[in-house]
Every structure is written in C-alpha cells, then in structure tokens.
C-alpha cells in the first residue's frame, strides 16, 4: 500500500508539473518573441526615417533658409537635435522596457489620463497620416517620370495614391505573417535606400572633383534672417529626420533591450545625418538654388541631369523606399495599438496575439483599416476637381463627335446638291 500510494504521489506530482510546462507553454504562445537583433534595429531606424523627406524636404529647407551654407547647417543640426532627442529615448527605453514609444512613459510619468490621450491621438490620427503622406509620395514619384519636365496632375497623384494603398495591404500581411519577414524586408529596402544614396552621392563627389563647386562660393548670400523662416526650416529639416523613436516601439520584442537600443540609436541616427548632408551637397553640385526650388521632384530632376540614361533608377529606388519606410512604420504601428488595447484603453480583442505567428495581427488590421479611411478622405478632397474635369472631358468629347457628325452630314447635303445641280 505504500508502494502504490508512493506512485500514485508520484504520477499526479508528474501530471502536475506537465499541466505546469503546458501552462508555461501556453503563456510563451501569446507573448511577443525576442526576435529583433541589432542589425534589425539598426535598419529600422534608418529605414523608417529615410523615407520619402530627403527627396522632397530639400526645397523646403532651402526656400526658408535662403541660401546653401544655411541650408546645410539646417540639416546637420537637425540631425544633431534628433540624435540628442533619441539619446534620452534610449534612457528611458533602458529603465522602462515596454513597448509603445511613449506611451508607457507617458503612463508611468502622469498616468493613465494622458498616456490614454497620446495613445488615441497617434492611432486614429498621426499614423494613418503618415502613412497617408508616404503613399502621396510614392505616387508622385512613380508619376514623375511619365511627365517630364513638369509636375504630373494633382488628380494623377492622388489617385494613383488611392490606388497605392493596396501595397500597404501587402505590407501588413508580411507583418501579420511574421516578425522575422517583415525584419528581413526592412532589411533589404533599407540596403536598398543606401544603394540610391551611394549612388547620387557618388555622383556628387565626381562633379566636385571636376570642379563643379559655382554653388558654393557666397554659400550665406540671401540668409534669411528672420526667425519665423528659420524655425519653418527647421520644421521641414525636422520631418525628414521624424522616425528616430521608432525602436523604442518594439524594445519587448529586442533581443537585449539595454544594449541594442543605444547602439541602434548611436549607429543609426548619425548614419542619417551624414547621408542627408552629402545627398544636399550632391544636389547643389548639380541644381543652382532656383532650378531646386523650382523641380518638381528633386531627386529625378538629379537623375536626368547625372544618371542619364540611367536615371530611371532614381524614381524606382524611391518607390522602395517610401516601401520601406511604409513597412518599418507598419510594423511599430501595430505595438502601439496591442499597448493599448493590453492596457485597456483599446477594446481588448486589439491586445490578441496570433499563437501560431507570434504577431499582433488585430492591432495590425485595425491599423491598416484607419490607413485606408486616411488615404482616401485625403484622396477624396479632390474628387469634385476630378469629377468636374471628368465632366468636361465627357462633355467636350460629345461636343466634338456631334461636330464631326453634323459637318459630315453637312458635306453629304452639299454633295447632294452639287450632283442634282449637275
């Protein structure tokens, strides 16, 4: 009997301690995986801010600082600003290693009030905006190149953008699929974004060589110096670094939170800096300050004037990077939304996890569908322009058919004529 009694202690203490391993098991199944390293950290943060801003920003920068020595300054400070900002978000990623930017710091901080009106302002708003900007960028520069030498139609951009949202779709699928695919596409557009910087600044450094430096000399002739101007190129300088907190959206999913995110930060941010200031030199090698303000697109008027025949390159590589920028943003999106539906301050089902996949694919979803709303309210600005155009054309195009018809019929009366005449 106490043989049997020993075994039977020691089956359910085994029973117990699988129904434990299970739970254990069935815990780690909807957790966020410590599956971001490094070097995924690092192209996160350089591929979402290399977005679309220094193809775009550089006349903005330009037209308010007013002249090339300042312009530069701009960026180079801007760069600084924005390496010091990220530097104080890796301390605060480092003793709060939460993911959701700043909301947690926001909740531990001044509670739950303002932690909840941040985390509802960035969801329904500031993201789908963004990512709303990105797909206006991405259809102005997939249409530049159909018009050249001049801007495509407004009605041509936004609608190719209404159409443009369906790559965000695919987008999100990669990030609902898996955490280690979509890191492995950020990866390969960032490696692609530094191919076309390499490549304009290559081009830079050739025609400076070659003496191409007119743009240089009296480089502070025209300074503005007013400070409503500068602080607006500081603004725009500021939008094209916008992307260095990114990180600290997914620091549960980094793999050594305390070490990764500061070295992501410090290799990262001044990697951006030195690849906008010399993209900004290669410019101004190329384009006096008039012909930039006046280019419809920056960086494919730079194309044709350098990489001709080749310059078809430029407008490609932009595509994927406003892609990838599209997909690094995606991806931090969708934390922001688990947070707070994990908090309470979204409705719960948005907190799920997919046990098989590890991705937060409601959160995901739900922000992919704010996206949609986003892009085509701004698409739809411009729809009584369209319909309007669409109107004239239809109209125009009836008027010139019952012209050709009435005079064709005409010509037959006459001809009729002529021959009972004769």
């Known amino acids: 009997m106490d043989e049997s009694g020993i075994r039977k202690r020691k089956e359910s203490q085994n029973g117990s301690t699988d129904l434990t391993k299970d739970n254990k098991e069935v815990v780690k199944a909807v957790a966020l995986q410590k599956d971001v390293g490094l070097l995924s950290g690092i192209c996160l943060i350089v591929g979402t801010m290399i977005g679309s801003g220094i193809f775009i920003s550089p006349k903005s920068v330009l ?20 390496t010091l900002g990220a530097l104080c978000y890796a301390e605060l990623g480092t003793m709060i290693t939460k993911s959701g930017g700043e909301y947690p710091y926001f909740m531990e901080a001044f509670g739950s009030i ?45 609608c190719l953008a209404a159409a443009a949202i369906q790559y ?38 050739v025609l400076l060589a070659q003496g191409k430096t007119e743009n240089f000399s009296n480089a502070f002739d025209g300074t503005a110096t007013s400070f409503g101007a500068i602080g607006l190129a500081f603004y725009n300088g500021l939008w094209a670094y916008d992307g260095w907190s990114q990180l600290n959206f997914i620091t549960e999913e980094l793999k050594n939170p305390v070490r990764d995110l500061p070295l992501a930060i410090v290799i990262g941010i001044p990697l951006v800096t030195v690849c906008y200031v010399l993209v900004n030199v290669a410019y101004f090698t190329v384009m ?27 407008p490609l590589f ?14 931090t999106a969708g934390r922001l939304v688990y947070v707070s539906g994990r908090e309470g301050h979204m409705v719960k089902i948005l907190s799920y996890i997919n046990v098989k996949r ?14 949609h709303l986003m892009t085509h309210f701004v698409c739809i600005l411009i729809w009584p322009q369209m319909i309007s155009h669409l109107l004239f054309k239809t109209l125009y195009g009836v008027y010139r058919v ?7 019929f005409g010509n037959r009366k006459c001809a009729q004529r002529v021959r009972a005449t004769f």
């Open 402 to 408: 019952m012209k050709n018809a009435l005079s064709s």
């Open 63 to 82: 037209l308010y600082s007013g002249a090339v020595g300042p312009c530069l300054l701009i960026w180079t400070a801007c760069g600084v600003l924005s």
């Open 358 to 371: 590890y991705t937060p694919a409601p959160a995901l979803i739900f922000n992919v569908s704010l996206t």
């Open 168 to 205: 965000v779709m695919i987008i999100t699928s990669i990030n609902c699929l898996s955490v280690k695919l979509a890191s492995y596409v950020q990866n390969f557009f960032t490696a692609a974004k530094l191919v076309i910087i390499l490549v304009i600044v290559g081009a830079g450094i």
């Open 318 to 331: 932009v595509v994927f990077s406003t892609f990838g920028s599209a997909n690094g943003s995606c991806f």
């Open 288 to 314: 006096t300050t008039t012909e930039l303000l006046l280019s419809p697109a920056v960086a494919v008027t730079f194309g044709d004037r350098v990489l001709y025949p080749a310059s078809w390159i430029v």
């Open 114 to 158: 303002v932690a909840y009106l941040y985390s509802w302002t960035t969801i329904m708003v500031l993201k789908p905006s963004s990512f709303a900007i990105i797909t206006l960028s991405f259809a102005e520069y997939a249409s530049t190149p159909f018009y050249p030498g001049c801007s495509p139609p407004l009605i041509v951009t936004k």
